[in-house]
């Protein structure tokens, strides 16, 4: 195949949804495909929606691709261009994250509306879980296949004998991974262990430059909290820092205010580190409450204080959590397993077999269905 794969700024970034397109990307090569990456500058908001008029954009997109592969954080950018493009066999559209499934807000009505219009135009989508499969399909009738991504290691990182031997040691140690941006909800969780009885101990991994002032007043809130002398900020780290932060943590506590999937609790998860991962957005595929993590409501710091406390009290069942955490990690598909499956999803939109219809007109709405 040909495929053209746009995205904004370029693959360098260090979020999931970026390594999920880097993993993608390299995958369709090593099977013998050509793809080209359309890297858009970044811009805010109403200047992406402005590139929607530029000619210059649509050059670039209306070139004869098997497939038009869409990063849809991209469609401020690509809802005006994508009807007119006729060149491309398909159009697919990559769902890490609805931004109108974030928190609500004044602009949300029209983020919807948007991402309604952008999801209209292409032929098919690929979503990151369930819930943003189903997300998706309640702005468009598009077909959508589910590709969940995997973890850093593939699989457990330490034998369940660790786990059991960590979860008797110390402080709890709760980490948390992620860039510091409003949406990762760092601030709750700083509100929740402060309300937290016992011996815990937090390290913060994640980059301050996504959002210095919201970065900032995160480190103010320890203060203000006066849990500052046991909450360590680490900034952005590299893979064996990272490594080690997940080998000594009993918890990873990220109760963001939406993820489409959460790359980062999975992760976690192959080193047996219990999650409490947001209820709000696709955790649920992996997370199951009480079982191997908890989902917990990113408004609820009180409910964090209580599972820290309980784990802190209760070791032995924070290393049957555990245990469950890392059994979950070593059953759940690799890159290679959910790459394939993507590939042949577009493979499929483009040569489809005779039970698969599909239409010509992207601007007639639903295109059909794969079986």
Known sequence: ??????????LD???GGFRYDRKLIEHLEARGDD????????RSYPRSMADGLSPAVRRRLNRPFDVLL???????????????????????SLVHLLRSGARSSRLTPLYRAIEGRYLRTVDAAVATSSDTRDRTR?????PTLVATPAGREGGSAVLPEAVDRRAREGPLEVAFVGNLLPRKNLGTLLEGLARAAGRWRLTVVGSHDADPTYAASTVELATELGIDDRVAFAGEVDDATLED??????????????EGFGMVYLEAMEYGVVPIASAVGGAGDIVADGRNGFLVDPDDPGRIAGLVE??????????????????TADAHPGWAETMDAVRSFLLELVEPTPDASFGTDRRDGPRGEIR
């Open 138 to 142: 309640s702005l468009a009738d598009v």
């Open 245 to 258: 932060v997940l080998e000594r943590s009993h918890v990873l506590a990220v109760p963001a205010s939406y």
């Open 70 to 92: 869409e990063d849809e954080l991209c469609h401020p950018s690509l809802w005006r261009h994508n009807p007119h493009l006729d060149a491309p066999r398909r159009i697919v």
């Open 35 to 42: 793809v080209e990456v359309i890297a858009l500058p970044w």
């Open 310 to 327: 309980t784990l802190d009290e209760d070791r032995g069942r924070l290393a049957a959590l555990g245990r469950a955490a890392l059994a």
């Open 13 to 15: 970034r260090t979020s």
């Open 1 to 10: 195949m040909h495929v053209g794969f746009v995205i904004y700024g370029g």
